[in-house]
């Protein structure tokens, strides 16, 4: 009896840590060098492409995020059909292949369509704040919150070291050519 109480317990412990969702660091630490290598293809924050996906995926938890890759609730043009729990789900969402191809496509939005390109003409990816709130006076989402909560996980997080701030590249030369 006591053996089959150990695999038991062994099995549901098993599949217990198998279930665990992403925690923000888990999430950060899979998809940061993603987000830097959006930053430099398109020059939007490496914070704000993980900030955004942070909020609006429950850090790669959210249904959508699980089953369609779709870390920014992006909808598509074609209604999607996943399984879940053995049953057939239709939604209006965009399925992707990865969740980098979700980013592309987030940064793709952000300097293609009309409503959010001038926020690449006008600001550096330096200025994660600029972003957020522009992104939010764009209409991205309908919270007057929004830009808040994405700042807000950006700065607890840290997100903004992703972004090559000039001034700590310009403290790191210093520092360089002092120890030479």
Same mark, same amino acid.
């Given at each position: 009896?006591?053996?089959?109480?150990? $695999?038991?317990?062994?099995?549901?412990?098993?599949?217990?840590? @198998?279930?665990?969702?992403?925690? @923000?660091? @888990?999430? $950060?630490?899979?998809?940061?060098?993603?987000? $830097? %290598?959006?930053?430099?293809?398109?020059?939007?924050?490496?914070?704000?492409?993980?900030?955004?996906?942070?909020?609006?995926?429950?850090?790669?938890?959210?249904?959508?995020?699980?089953?369609? /890759?779709?870390?920014?609730?992006?909808?598509?043009? /074609?209604?999607? =059909?996943?399984?879940?729990?053995?049953?057939?789900?239709?939604? @209006?969402?965009?399925?992707?292949?990865? =969740?980098?191809?979700?980013?592309?496509?987030?940064?793709? $939005?952000?300097?293609? %369509?009309?409503?959010?390109?001038?926020?690449?003409?006008?600001?550096?990816?330096?200025?994660?704040?600029?972003?957020?709130?522009?992104?939010? %006076?764009?209409?991205?989402?309908?919270? %007057?919150?929004?830009?808040?909560? =994405?700042?807000?996980?950006?700065?607890?997080?840290?997100?903004?070291?992703?972004?090559? /701030?000039?001034?700590?590249?310009?403290?790191?030369?210093?520092?360089?050519?002092?120890?030479?």
């Amino acid at each position: 009896m006591k053996k089959i109480l150990l $695999i038991t317990t062994l099995l549901i412990s098993t599949l217990a840590a @198998s279930a665990q969702k992403n925690t @923000s660091l @888990s999430y $950060i630490d899979k998809f940061k060098d993603d987000a $830097i %290598r959006i930053m430099h293809e398109t020059g939007i924050p490496a914070s704000i492409v993980l900030g955004v996906a942070m909020h609006e995926s429950g850090c790669g938890n959210s249904t959508i995020a699980q089953n369609l /890759n779709n870390q920014f609730g992006v909808k598509g043009y /074609n209604t999607v =059909v996943y399984t879940k729990h053995n049953k057939k789900v239709r939604t @209006s969402y965009k399925k992707y292949d990865s =969740v980098f191809d979700s980013f592309q496509d987030f940064a793709r $939005i952000m300097t293609e %369509r009309k409503q959010f390109s001038h926020l690449a003409d006008a600001l550096t990816h330096y200025d994660y704040k600029g972003w957020a709130k522009g992104i939010q %006076r764009a209409g991205y989402a309908g919270s %007057r919150k929004w830009a808040a909560q =994405v700042l807000g996980i950006i700065n607890k997080y840290d997100l903004n070291d992703l972004d090559e /701030n000039p001034a700590t590249q310009t403290q790191l030369a210093d520092a360089t050519t002092k120890q030479q």
